[in-house]
């Protein structure tokens, strides 16, 4: 099973940017559908973002489409998170997924489809 470990968060301002990271380690991510969830405060954790596991498809959520980009290097074995244009609603924990997809290139958005989850990185933004 892959282990994922994100950083890069903190505090920004209103219209200010983050890059999170995501690093795995115990398996290569050549094989993994990678996704980008967040949890704000007494609400349920949202998909935000996926990429396929060759990096040729993503899906954003609305809320993000346009501000954020996912990424994925496969040879370094981190997925990224570019964060722009943050927004107070921004603020949350955040958490990168796995998917085990040796023969797709399908993304998706459902939580019960990754096995493998990150500790989180939190995101603040001031307004």
């Known amino acids: 099973q892959v282990q994922l470990v994100e950083s890069g968060g903190g505090l920004v301002q209103t219209g200010g940017s983050l890059r999170l990271s995501c690093a795995a380690s115990g398996r290569t991510l050549s094989f993994y559908a990678m996704g980008w969830f967040r949890q704000a405060p007494g609400k349920d954790r949202e998909f935000i973002a996926a990429?396929?596991?060759?990096?040729?498809?993503?899906d954003y959520a609305d809320s993000v489409k346009g501000r954020f980009t996912i990424s994925k290097d496969n040879a370094k074995n981190t997925v990224s998170l570019q964060m722009n244009s943050l927004e107070p609603e921004d603020t949350a924990d955040y958490y990168c997924?796995?998917?085990?997809?040796?023969?797709?290139?399908?993304?998706?958005?459902?939580?019960?489809?990754?096995?493998?989850w990150g500790q989180g990185t939190q995101v603040t933004v001031s307004s």
């Open positions: 990429i396929s596991r060759d990096g040729g498809n993503t």
């Open positions: 997924a796995a998917r085990w997809a040796p023969t797709s290139i399908a993304t998706t958005r459902r939580r019960g489809d990754y096995g493998s």
